[in-house]
Protein backbone atom coordinates (compact mmCIF):
# COMPACT_ATOMS: atom_id res chain seq x y z
CA UNK A 1 0.00 0.00 0.00
CA UNK A 2 1.34 3.37 -1.06
CA UNK A 3 2.60 6.06 2.15
CA UNK A 4 1.01 9.30 1.55
CA UNK A 5 3.70 11.81 1.23
CA UNK A 6 2.99 15.91 2.22
CA UNK A 7 5.46 17.63 0.09
CA UNK A 8 5.91 20.75 1.62
CA UNK A 9 6.30 23.66 0.17
CA UNK A 10 6.25 27.59 -0.24
CA UNK A 11 7.35 29.95 3.25
CA UNK A 12 7.31 33.15 4.30
CA UNK A 13 10.38 34.68 3.23
CA UNK A 14 11.63 35.72 -0.54
CA UNK A 15 13.10 32.13 -0.86
CA UNK A 16 9.62 30.37 -1.75
CA UNK A 17 10.38 31.17 -5.11
CA UNK A 18 13.21 28.40 -4.91
CA UNK A 19 11.16 26.50 -2.56
CA UNK A 20 8.14 25.82 -5.33
CA UNK A 21 11.22 24.70 -7.88
CA UNK A 22 12.44 22.75 -5.55
CA UNK A 23 9.25 21.25 -4.85
CA UNK A 24 8.60 20.43 -9.05
CA UNK A 25 11.74 18.45 -9.06
CA UNK A 26 10.82 16.00 -6.26
CA UNK A 27 7.46 15.89 -7.83
CA UNK A 28 9.22 14.64 -10.84
CA UNK A 29 11.49 12.52 -9.69
CA UNK A 30 10.16 10.57 -6.39
CA UNK A 31 9.06 7.58 -6.62
CA UNK A 32 5.50 7.23 -7.44
CA UNK A 33 4.67 3.12 -6.96
CA UNK A 34 6.01 3.49 -3.16
CA UNK A 35 4.31 6.70 -2.63
CA UNK A 36 1.36 9.09 -2.99
CA UNK A 37 2.08 12.67 -3.05
CA UNK A 38 0.03 15.22 -2.41
CA UNK A 39 1.66 18.74 -2.36
CA UNK A 40 0.65 21.06 0.36
CA UNK A 41 1.61 24.85 -0.51
CA UNK A 42 2.64 27.15 3.26
CA UNK A 43 2.49 30.92 3.13
CA UNK A 44 1.39 33.47 6.07
CA UNK A 45 -2.07 32.16 6.83
CA UNK A 46 -2.73 30.08 3.88
CA UNK A 47 -1.72 26.60 4.02
CA UNK A 48 -4.16 24.48 1.42
CA UNK A 49 -3.57 21.50 -1.12
CA UNK A 50 -4.42 22.58 -4.98
CA UNK A 51 -6.02 19.91 -6.88
CA UNK A 52 -5.75 19.58 -11.03
CA UNK A 53 -8.67 21.43 -11.25
CA UNK A 54 -6.86 24.62 -9.14
CA UNK A 55 -9.37 24.47 -5.86
CA UNK A 56 -7.64 25.51 -3.21
CA UNK A 57 -8.24 22.39 0.11
CA UNK A 58 -7.27 24.02 3.32
CA UNK A 59 -5.27 21.89 5.97
CA UNK A 60 -6.57 21.42 9.63
CA UNK A 61 -3.65 22.67 11.06
CA UNK A 62 -4.97 20.63 14.17
CA UNK A 63 -3.77 17.52 12.76
CA UNK A 64 -2.23 18.85 9.32
CA UNK A 65 -4.60 16.70 7.07
CA UNK A 66 -6.46 17.90 4.37
CA UNK A 67 -10.33 16.32 3.38
CA UNK A 68 -10.56 15.45 -0.65
CA UNK A 69 -13.94 14.41 -1.86
CA UNK A 70 -15.12 13.75 1.45
CA UNK A 71 -12.26 11.67 2.37
CA UNK A 72 -9.68 12.82 5.31
CA UNK A 73 -6.32 12.25 4.12
CA UNK A 74 -3.79 12.13 6.78
CA UNK A 75 0.40 12.03 6.06
CA UNK A 76 2.51 8.93 6.90
CA UNK A 77 5.23 11.37 6.46
CA UNK A 78 6.41 15.00 5.00
CA UNK A 79 9.37 15.91 2.65
CA UNK A 80 10.03 19.50 3.34
CA UNK A 81 11.56 21.20 0.73
CA UNK A 82 10.48 24.43 1.98
CA UNK A 83 13.51 27.04 2.14
CA UNK A 84 13.74 29.51 4.82
CA UNK A 85 11.34 30.26 7.03
CA UNK A 86 9.38 27.99 8.83
CA UNK A 87 10.68 25.05 6.50
CA UNK A 88 14.83 25.79 7.37
CA UNK A 89 15.10 27.19 10.93
CA UNK A 90 13.11 24.80 12.91
CA UNK A 91 9.50 26.06 13.22
CA UNK A 92 7.90 22.96 10.86
CA UNK A 93 9.97 20.71 12.17
CA UNK A 94 8.40 21.55 15.72
CA UNK A 95 5.25 21.49 15.03
CA UNK A 96 5.75 18.18 13.28
CA UNK A 97 7.44 16.56 16.45
CA UNK A 98 3.89 17.56 18.40
CA UNK A 99 1.75 15.65 15.77
CA UNK A 100 4.50 12.72 15.70
CA UNK A 101 4.66 13.10 11.89
CA UNK A 102 8.16 11.95 10.08
CA UNK A 103 9.81 14.43 8.37
CA UNK A 104 12.90 14.92 5.78
CA UNK A 105 14.70 17.40 7.74
CA UNK A 106 16.66 17.49 10.82
CA UNK A 107 15.41 18.04 14.41
CA UNK A 108 13.51 21.59 15.58
CA UNK A 109 17.00 22.44 17.60
CA UNK A 110 19.88 21.52 15.01
CA UNK A 111 17.19 23.43 12.22
CA UNK A 112 17.24 26.68 14.61
CA UNK A 113 20.42 26.58 15.10
CA UNK A 114 21.96 25.73 11.50
CA UNK A 115 19.77 28.33 10.26
CA UNK A 116 21.78 30.59 11.92
CA UNK A 117 24.89 31.69 10.69
CA UNK A 118 26.70 33.31 13.44
CA UNK A 119 25.81 30.86 16.22
CA UNK A 120 26.78 27.51 13.86
CA UNK A 121 30.02 29.31 13.57
CA UNK A 122 30.58 29.83 16.89
CA UNK A 123 29.70 25.99 17.21
CA UNK A 124 31.83 24.61 14.95
CA UNK A 125 35.03 26.51 15.31
CA UNK A 126 35.76 23.93 18.10
CA UNK A 127 36.78 21.62 15.55
CA UNK A 128 40.38 20.42 14.43
CA UNK A 129 41.03 21.41 11.28
CA UNK A 130 38.09 23.54 10.15
CA UNK A 131 38.46 27.36 10.29
CA UNK A 132 35.90 30.24 10.45
CA UNK A 133 36.10 33.70 8.40
CA UNK A 134 36.46 36.60 11.15
CA UNK A 135 33.18 38.22 11.44
CA UNK A 136 30.61 40.51 14.02
CA UNK A 137 27.21 39.62 14.48
CA UNK A 138 24.79 42.46 14.37
CA UNK A 139 21.32 42.85 16.23
CA UNK A 140 19.60 45.62 15.48
CA UNK A 141 20.37 48.42 13.11
CA UNK A 142 22.23 51.02 14.58
CA UNK A 143 24.62 53.60 12.19
CA UNK A 144 27.28 53.17 15.02
CA UNK A 145 27.69 49.48 13.49
CA UNK A 146 29.31 51.50 10.58
CA UNK A 147 32.37 52.85 13.01
CA UNK A 148 32.49 49.30 14.65
CA UNK A 149 33.05 47.21 11.59
CA UNK A 150 35.63 49.71 10.17
CA UNK A 151 37.84 49.55 13.92
CA UNK A 152 37.28 45.22 13.94
CA UNK A 153 37.17 44.14 10.43
CA UNK A 154 39.05 44.28 7.37
CA UNK A 155 37.85 44.97 3.29
CA UNK A 156 36.80 43.21 1.75
CA UNK A 157 33.30 42.32 3.69
CA UNK A 158 30.05 40.31 3.04
CA UNK A 159 26.98 41.18 4.29
CA UNK A 160 24.56 38.81 5.01
CA UNK A 161 20.99 38.55 6.46
CA UNK A 162 22.19 35.85 9.39
CA UNK A 163 19.08 34.04 8.63
CA UNK A 164 18.42 33.70 5.50
CA UNK A 165 19.42 31.83 2.17
CA UNK A 166 19.99 31.68 -1.53
CA UNK A 167 22.10 34.77 -0.94
CA UNK A 168 18.73 37.20 -0.90
CA UNK A 169 20.14 40.42 0.39
CA UNK A 170 23.55 39.88 0.56
CA UNK A 171 26.19 42.39 -0.77
CA UNK A 172 29.73 42.67 -0.79
CA UNK A 173 31.80 45.64 -0.22
CA UNK A 174 35.07 46.88 -1.35
CA UNK A 175 34.68 49.92 -0.20
CA UNK A 176 33.95 51.37 3.28
CA UNK A 177 30.82 53.90 1.67
CA UNK A 178 29.16 51.25 0.14
CA UNK A 179 28.76 49.61 3.79
CA UNK A 180 25.86 51.65 4.91
CA UNK A 181 23.75 50.48 1.96
CA UNK A 182 24.79 46.66 2.01
CA UNK A 183 23.87 46.75 5.55
CA UNK A 184 20.36 48.74 5.54
CA UNK A 185 19.15 45.69 2.45
CA UNK A 186 21.15 43.12 4.61
CA UNK A 187 18.60 44.25 7.09
CA UNK A 188 15.50 44.42 5.09
CA UNK A 189 15.61 40.61 4.86
CA UNK A 190 16.33 39.62 8.41
CA UNK A 191 16.41 40.88 11.84
CA UNK A 192 20.06 39.96 12.42
CA UNK A 193 23.21 40.54 10.39
CA UNK A 194 26.53 38.39 10.24
CA UNK A 195 29.34 40.65 8.35
CA UNK A 196 32.31 38.40 7.66
CA UNK A 197 35.89 39.55 5.81
CA UNK A 198 36.28 37.95 2.41
CA UNK A 199 37.82 34.68 2.17
CA UNK A 200 40.16 34.38 -1.16
CA UNK A 201 39.67 30.96 -2.21
CA UNK A 202 37.73 27.70 -4.32
CA UNK A 203 34.04 26.97 -3.12
CA UNK A 204 32.44 23.41 -2.35
CA UNK A 205 29.70 22.36 -1.04
CA UNK A 206 29.24 18.81 -0.31
CA UNK A 207 26.18 16.32 0.84
CA UNK A 208 26.33 14.15 3.60
CA UNK A 209 23.50 11.65 4.80
CA UNK A 210 23.03 9.10 7.63
CA UNK A 211 21.40 5.89 6.45
CA UNK A 212 21.57 2.50 9.15
CA UNK A 213 23.66 3.98 11.72
CA UNK A 214 26.55 5.01 8.85
CA UNK A 215 27.15 8.47 7.94
CA UNK A 216 28.30 8.84 4.41
CA UNK A 217 30.07 12.29 3.00
CA UNK A 218 29.44 12.13 -0.78
CA UNK A 219 32.05 13.56 -3.67
CA UNK A 220 31.62 17.37 -3.19
CA UNK A 221 30.51 19.78 -6.07
CA UNK A 222 33.24 23.07 -6.66
CA UNK A 223 31.43 25.88 -7.63
CA UNK A 224 33.14 28.36 -10.39
CA UNK A 225 30.92 31.21 -10.95
CA UNK A 226 31.11 34.03 -13.64
CA UNK A 227 29.90 36.25 -11.28
CA UNK A 228 32.06 38.44 -8.40
CA UNK A 229 30.62 35.95 -6.18
CA UNK A 230 28.42 33.03 -5.72
CA UNK A 231 24.74 35.35 -6.15
CA UNK A 232 20.89 34.45 -6.33
CA UNK A 233 21.67 34.88 -10.25
CA UNK A 234 24.82 32.84 -10.36
CA UNK A 235 23.12 29.93 -8.11
CA UNK A 236 19.97 29.74 -9.82
CA UNK A 237 20.51 31.17 -13.72
CA UNK A 238 21.69 28.54 -16.11
CA UNK A 239 24.98 29.04 -17.28
CA UNK A 240 26.52 31.71 -14.63
CA UNK A 241 28.36 29.06 -12.73
CA UNK A 242 30.33 25.73 -13.55
CA UNK A 243 29.97 23.03 -10.87
CA UNK A 244 31.75 20.44 -11.33
CA UNK A 245 31.49 17.12 -9.59
CA UNK A 246 33.63 15.70 -7.70
CA UNK A 247 35.69 18.61 -7.24
CA UNK A 248 38.86 19.06 -7.84
CA UNK A 249 41.06 18.21 -4.51
CA UNK A 250 43.83 16.11 -3.83
CA UNK A 251 43.95 13.23 -1.77
CA UNK A 252 44.65 14.69 1.34
CA UNK A 253 41.90 17.67 0.72
CA UNK A 254 39.14 14.69 0.37
CA UNK A 255 39.97 12.76 3.22
CA UNK A 256 40.49 15.96 5.25
CA UNK A 257 36.82 17.51 4.01
CA UNK A 258 35.29 14.17 4.86
CA UNK A 259 37.06 13.82 8.50
CA UNK A 260 35.63 17.82 9.11
CA UNK A 261 32.06 16.93 7.43
CA UNK A 262 31.33 14.03 9.67
CA UNK A 263 32.52 16.29 12.90
CA UNK A 264 30.11 18.82 12.04
CA UNK A 265 27.34 16.38 11.54
CA UNK A 266 28.18 14.90 14.85
CA UNK A 267 28.41 18.09 16.81
CA UNK A 268 25.35 19.66 15.48
CA UNK A 269 23.16 16.56 16.12
CA UNK A 270 22.21 16.59 11.96
CA UNK A 271 19.99 13.54 11.11
CA UNK A 272 19.02 12.86 6.98
CA UNK A 273 20.68 14.40 4.51
CA UNK A 274 22.33 17.87 4.95
CA UNK A 275 24.67 20.27 2.89
CA UNK A 276 27.50 22.03 3.77
CA UNK A 277 29.19 24.42 2.08
CA UNK A 278 33.15 25.82 2.54
CA UNK A 279 35.95 27.19 0.88
CA UNK A 280 39.67 25.92 0.60
CA UNK A 281 41.38 28.75 1.04
CA UNK A 282 44.20 30.37 -1.31
CA UNK A 283 47.84 29.68 -0.35
CA UNK A 284 46.91 28.01 3.02
CA UNK A 285 44.60 25.26 1.99
CA UNK A 286 42.59 25.26 4.84
CA UNK A 287 38.93 24.46 5.01
CA UNK A 288 36.52 27.18 5.65
CA UNK A 289 32.90 26.99 6.64
Not at 180 to 206: H, I, M, N, Y
Amino acid sequence: MKKNIALVTGGFTGEYVISLKSAAVVEKTIDRERYEVFKIFVFPGDWYYETATGEKIPVNLNDFSIVLEGKKIVFDGVFNILHGSPGEDGKLAGYFDMLKIPYTTCGQLTSAITMNKGYTKAIVQSIPELHVARSLQLFEQDPAHVSRISSELTLPLFIKPNNGGSSIGMSKVKQWEELPEALTKAFAEDEQVLVEEFVAGREFSVGIFKGKGEVTVLPATEIVSSKEFFDYEAKYVPGVCEEITPGRMTEEEVARVERIAKKVYALLHCKGAVRIDYFLQQDTGDFLA
